[in-house]
Antibody, heavy 122, light 107 residues
Framework: EVQLLESGGGLVQPGGSLRLSCAASGFTFRSFAMSWVRQAPGMGLEWVSSIDTSGRGTFFADSVKGRFSISRDNSMNTLFLQMTFLRPEDTAIYYC???????????????WGQGTLVTVSS | DIVLTQSPATLSLSPGERATLSCRASQNVGRYLAWYQQKAGQAPRLLIYDASDRATGVPARFSGDGSGTDFTLTISSLEPEDFAIYYCQQRENWPLTFGGGTKLEIK
């Protein structure tokens, strides 16, 4: 059974940093691209970032480019999202999601974690 | 960026009825469009990818169609568990973008 378990969310002040982790199990992690998608309270879905199987290919939404970085540890089956210079508008549930393909842009995200809440507030 | 416009914003139907949801792209996305379902308090679920391919375990009453800029998600006969919010997502170009969603509610 595919499982994705996010951790690392919490309350942080504007300008602060946070690192999210996503522990994956139940599939061959190194063979699939991965993504982060967020959802602000009461709002729709916003794609944040994707990474290819090797970790060398990374992609970001304009709203987080230069502030967030994505990485993966294929030996530990773990995906990361390093968030810096956080803003109140970054407040959201952050979902880790598995792409259906090894190609980051292909197909769609077929498995999702339950999400971790990030709140940016003073 | 490619903008996806979903319509209607809210659709009120009864169980057993047919639902047709629309997604229009601001530029040609070929067939690189996915549909997701999200129920309250839950993570999204992939229903359709590449415009018309059903994801694993998705019931046959869900079907997708379209290409270029106009796409539809059809639910042939609504079950009580189908009332949720539906999002389309384009996968033709970075950045990936989602539509604003259609809320399917019980009439």
């Amino acid at each position: 059974e595919v499982q994705l378990l996010e951790s690392g969310g919490g309350l942080v002040q504007p300008g602060g940093s946070l690192r999210l982790s996503c522990a994956a199990s139940g599939f061959t992690f190194r063979s699939f691209a991965m993504s982060w998608v967020r959802q602000a309270p009461g709002m729709g879905l916003e794609w944040v970032s994707s990474i290819d199987t090797s970790g060398r290919g990374t992609f970001f939404a304009d709203s987080v480019k230069g502030r967030f970085s994505i990485s993966r540890d294929n030996s530990m089956n773990t995906l990361f999202l390093q968030m810096t210079f956080l803003r109140p508008e970054d407040t959201a549930i952050y979902y880790c999601a598995k792409t259906r393909s090894w190609v980051p842009i292909a197909k769609g995200e077929d498995y999702w974690g339950q999400g971790t809440l990030v709140t940016v507030s003073s | 960026d490619i903008v996806l416009t979903q319509s209607p914003a809210t659709l009120s139907l009864s169980p057993g009825e047919r639902a047709t949801l629309s997604c229009r792209a601001s530029q040609n996305v070929g067939r690189y469009l996915a549909w997701y379902q999200q129920k309250a308090g839950q993570a999204p679920r992939l229903l359709i990818y590449d415009a018309s391919d059903r994801a694993t375990g998705v019931p046959a009453r869900f079907s997708g169609d379209g290409s270029g800029t106009d796409f539809t998600l059809t639910i042939s006969s609504l079950e009580p568990e189908d009332f949720a919010i539906y999002y389309c997502q384009q996968r033709e170009n970075w950045p990936l973008t989602f539509g604003g969603g259609t809320k399917l509610e019980i009439k």
